[in-house]
């Protein structure tokens, strides 16, 4: 366990909606979409989907040689304004978006192995990518490629979701979660078993085709990876 870990920030993942227009700040469909979208720290990518009052989300660093990626969960405060919630390498969490609704800030604490007194504590803050927006939801399904089936679940410009092996003594089970860009067309973010992807949808929406690696690393070498939707 890295105790520095987190001197930059991080945080969370799933979002669904109500009605919602605040004056003074970005544009927002929805009050439970806030925590949607794609935020930076000094240290971190982190893509964050919210649904109702839960959070999931996964972390990225900036240098894979450094600091781990990982995973996060908690739940929001009746305002939705603040989250709590825990981090995978064992600490607990708490962020509080800003009124302008583009960073947060908060605190949380490393359980340190082997540390009988009080658990490491840091700060952290980072901002938003991008606007406040929500995207037709045109990625979420089940997407089939030649040995995997995927279900994809898009809300705004983000997107979490897992896939499934056709045949499970060859290949495993994995998440995968990433970001759209501003048209709609490129979801491009990571996967676990460990790597980059970039797809590409069709006219037709009904297909996409893209590339991974199988490292975080620049190194890592280059596959394609296609699939098709489901009806």
């Not at 983000?158 to 759209?180: A, L, M, R, T």
């Not at 048209?183 to 973010?189: P, Q």
């Not at 929406?205 to 489901?230: A, I, P, Q, R, V």
């Amino acid at each position: 366990m890295r105790s520095y870990l987190f001197t930059g920030g991080m945080v969370i993942l799933i979002l669904i909606s109500m009605n919602f227009v605040l004056a003074e700040t970005p544009q927002v469909s929805s009050p439970d979409n806030w925590w949607n979208g794609s935020w930076m720290s000094d240290d971190y990518t982190v893509l964050i989907l919210q649904n109702d009052a839960n959070i999931a989300g996964s972390y990225d660093p900036e240098d894979i040689s450094v600091l781990d990626p990982g995973l996060l969960k908690g739940t929001l405060s009746k305002d939705k304004k603040t989250f709590s919630g825990i981090w995978s390498e064992s600490g607990a969490i708490t962020y509080i978006l800003s009124d302008d609704l583009m960073s947060f800030s908060g605190a949380g604490t490393v359980n340190q192995e082997g540390n009988i007194g009080d658990p490491f504590t840091y700060l952290s803050n980072a901002t938003r990518e991008g606007e406040v927006k929500d995207l037709n939801n045109t990625w979420t399904g089940t997407w089939k490629s030649a040995s995997n089936i995927y279900t994809f679940t898009q809300n705004g410009s983000v997107v979490f979701g897992s896939y499934s092996p056709f045949h499970s003594e060859v290949d495993e089970p994995g998440h995968i979660d990433g970001v759209i860009s501003e048209d709609g067309k490129k979801f491009t973010g990571s996967w676990v078993e460990t790597g980059n992807f970039t797809f590409v949808l069709s006219e037709d929406k009904k297909s996409y085709t893209g590339t991974y690696t199988t490292s975080f690393s620049d190194s890592g070498s280059l596959e394609f990876w296609n699939g098709t939707k489901m009806e």
